[in-house]
């Protein structure tokens, strides 16, 4: 559980790890992942189920101090390159969208949910992860090589959480706002139970 933030609050207590989840930019940048840690999030993933067992997640790890952490870093938008160079591990989702010139209809959920098994897994192991939207699917395409059926969906940081982390005051503001969520009332269009 990390300090900045409550837990979660909800209308009956959750599992520990959904309870405490929260996406910090703020990350010890000197804090190393262990390796059983890095090899327990993907098995997470691994195990995520999938429409039709197609597996059709793929991803690309790059630990801080790596080219590819550094590849990583040039493809992101300029507001996340203001924080998240610090996580110890940033790693691109990529969806296997076609398979034998079919598409695979569901591969951006099922990418999805293997990224929300890791950040559970993540979340247990006393790590934190944030995940963006913001980067140039071009540059990371130019820079991987991808082939055109591999679509990379999100960028994953993961990392220690850090308080006093030695960031702008914008970010760490950003980082203490408070966390808001709609009522389970307006998820549920209905609810005959
Ligand atoms: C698909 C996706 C894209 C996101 N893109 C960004 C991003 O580019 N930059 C960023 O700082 N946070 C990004 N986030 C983090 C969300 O803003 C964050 O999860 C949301 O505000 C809820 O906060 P919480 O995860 O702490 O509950 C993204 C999250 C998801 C799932």
Known sequence: MTPQHPRNATSVPLTDQLADRW?????????????????????????APSAN??????????RRGTPTFASIVAALRPVNQGWAPRASVLIVAL??????????????????QAVAHL?????????????MGGFDPDALRAAFALPPELVPVTVVAVGRYDAA?????????????????????????????
């Open 165 to 193: 982390a030695d960031l702008p005051e914008e970010i760490r503001q950003r980082d203490a706002a408070p966390r808001l969520r709609r009522g389970l009332d307006e998820l549920a269009l209905i609810l005959d139970v």
């Open 95 to 112: 969806a296997e969208t076609q398979r034998d010139g079919r598409p695979l209809r569901w591969a951006e959920y099922d990418l999805g």
């Open 23 to 47: 996406s910090p930019r703020s990350f010890d940048a000197d804090f190393e992942i262990a390796p059983d840690d890095l090899t327990a999030l993907g098995e997470a993933a691994r195990w």
């Open 53 to 62: 067992n197609a597996q059709p997640s793929r991803f690309i790890v790059g």
């Open 119 to 131: 950040t559970v897994e993540a979340e247990s192991r006393g790590l934190s992860v944030r995940q």
